[in-house]
């Protein structure tokens, strides 16, 4: 089974980009839909966006839209998220995850069976 593995979080200052990695371990991302997912503290996690493996659809979270950009590079078997203009409410952990998910259902976490153990984004000046 894959198995995400995220990498690129760090401290970054207001305004500043950042492009995180998730890369599939012990397996790959094939027929499936893969996603970002955020939480901060106190908070719920937030949809961010997701792509489908095989075909290359999008879907950004609302919070993010025109910020941040989701592709994949199926040679490396990687998904990247580059994030610009970042804001100090972008704070959180995140997560990358993976699985069968119908296109309706992309930004419901429940749905997603394989989980990276996140990247931490801090945001501050």
């Known amino acids: 089974q894959v198995q995400p593995v995220e990498s690129g979080g760090g401290v970054v200052k207001p305004g500043e980009a950042r492009r995180l990695s998730c890369a599939a371990s012990?397996?790959?991302?094939?027929?499936?839909?893969v996603a970002w997912f955020r939480q901060a503290p106190g908070k719920e996690r937030e949809f961010v966006a997701a792509i489908s493996w095989d075909e290359g659809t999008l879907l950004y979270g609302d919070v993010v839209r025109d910020r941040f950009t989701i592709r994949r590079d199926k040679r490396q078997n990687t998904v990247w998220l580059q994030m610009i203009a970042l804001e100090p409410e972008d704070t959180a952990l995140y997560y990358c995850?993976?699985?069968?998910?119908?296109?309706?259902?992309?930004?419901?976490?429940?749905?997603?069976?394989?989980w990276g153990q996140g990247t931490q984004v801090t945001v501050s000046s």
């Open positions: 995850a993976a699985g069968a998910v119908g296109s309706n259902y992309w930004n419901d976490y429940h749905r997603y069976d394989y």
């Open positions: 012990g397996g790959s991302f094939r027929f499936s839909t």
